[in-house]
Nanobody, 116 residues
Framework: QVQLVESGGGLVQPGGSLRLSCAAS????????IGWYRQAPGKERELVAL???????KYTDSLKGRFTISGNNARTTVYLHMNSLKPEDTAFYYC??????????WGQGTQVTVSS
């Protein structure tokens, strides 16, 4: 059974930092990719960052330099380090993982609110 447990969301002031965590379980294989998407109210879900099985990373261009994705070697835990947060970063952040034997799965999401 695939399980994704996200944590680390919350309320932060503009300019602050947060670290999101996603713990993934349900497969003995290394994920093809694992990472984060976000969805703000009234907007479509968008890519934030992914890390691939070959250790490549992919970011939405506008977030490069402020957000960093990292994970353990097995890619069963992935982190999103968010710095210099802005009000427009307010969104639900979702973990996504793709395993060779389990396909694509999404977490329930964690709310990030950037406000003074």
């Amino acid at each position: 059974q695939v399980q994704l447990v996200e944590s680390g969301g919350g309320l932060v002031q503009p300019g602050g930092s947060l670290r999101l965590s996603c713990a993934a379980s349900g497969s003995r294989f290394r994920p093809a990719y694992i990472g984060w998407y976000r969805q703000a109210p009234g907007k479509e879900r968008e890519l934030v960052a992914l890390i691939f099985s070959d250790d490549r990373t992919k970011y939405t261009d506008s977030l490069k330099g402020r957000f960093t994705i990292s994970g353990n070697n097995a890619r069963t835990t992935v982190y999103l380090h968010m710095n210099s947060l802005k009000p427009e970063d307010t969104a639900f952040y979702y973990c996504r993982v793709a395993w060779p034997d389990r396909g694509d799965s999404w977490g329930q999401g964690t709310q990030v609110t950037v406000s003074s």
